[in-house]
């Protein structure tokens, strides 16, 4: 079984999917660094170069060949809009089950570098916080369409994976 961990930026997303895959002993892929790879550049330029719209394509191209290459067992972490496109919704659904990592939008402005974050960069902390919750609005529907949902804020990367592990009775699989 695959499970892909949607949320937020700076929800965890990529921390918790290395750890569950060590636990779990499957294999970890990043939808953003395999995009970063297949593209030679880091997400930034790609925003700042190409959009944000082109960049959602390259995330469906992304799940698209994942998906032909019938992959299994394997932790993917996605890119935190990921979940607007319906078309990738159903990609993930009919290749593994969907984890939203809830995360608080005090916990995202902790975590997320505004550098590193084409959607924050530049931004004031009054600024940050009105985009993420305007963006928290926006997708939070689409993230509620996920199997399993856990609010990270307070736990710590053991003991969400180990949720995450307990709720598809995983332990031991392999």
Same mark, same amino acid.
């Given at each position: 079984?695959?499970? @892909?961990?949607?949320?937020?930026?700076?929800?965890? #997303?990529?921390?918790?999917?290395?750890?569950?895959?060590? #636990?779990?002993? !499957?294999?970890?892929?990043?939808?953003?660094?395999?995009? *970063?790879?297949?593209?030679? #550049?880091?997400?930034?330029?790609?925003?700042?170069?190409?959009? *944000? %719209? !082109?960049?959602?394509?390259?995330?469906?191209?992304?799940?698209?060949?994942?998906?032909?290459?019938?992959?299994? &067992? $394997?932790?993917?972490?996605?890119?935190?809009?990921?979940?607007?496109?319906?078309? %990738?919704?159903?990609? =993930?659904? %009919?290749?593994?089950?969907?984890? @939203?990592?809830k995360?608080?939008?005090? $916990?995202?402005?902790?975590?997320?570098?505004?550098?590193?974050?084409?959607?924050?960069?530049?931004? $004031?902390?009054?600024? =940050?916080?009105?985009?993420?919750?305007?963006?928290?609005?926006l997708? *939070?529907?689409? @993230? !509620?369409?996920?199997? @399993?949902?856990?609010?990270?804020?307070?736990?710590?990367? &053991?003991?969400?994976?180990t #949720?995450?592990?307990? !709720?598809?009775?995983?332990?031991?699989?392999?």
């Amino acid at each position: 079984m695959n499970i @892909y961990l949607c949320g937020f930026m700076g929800a965890g #997303k990529t921390t918790i999917g290395k750890k569950l895959a060590e #636990k779990l002993n !499957y294999n970890f892929l990043d939808t953003d660094e395999l995009i *970063e790879q297949k593209e030679n #550049k880091r997400i930034t330029e790609i925003f700042a170069a190409s959009g *944000e %719209n !082109y960049f959602r394509k390259l995330e469906t191209g992304i799940l698209l060949e994942l998906s032909a290459q019938k992959i299994d &067992d $394997t932790i993917i972490s996605t890119g935190g809009g990921i979940i607007i496109k319906e078309e %990738n919704i159903e990609i =993930m659904k %009919n290749t593994g089950k969907l984890v @939203y990592l809830k995360a608080s939008i005090e $916990t995202i402005i902790k975590r997320a570098n505004p550098e590193t974050r084409p959607l924050l960069k530049g931004l $004031t902390f009054d600024e =940050m916080f009105a985009k993420i919750k305007k963006l928290l609005a926006l997708r *939070e529907e689409k @993230y !509620y369409l996920c199997d @399993y949902i856990v609010a990270v804020d307070n736990l710590s990367i &053991d003991e969400i994976s180990t #949720k995450i592990i307990d !709720y598809f009775k995983l332990a031991g699989r392999k």
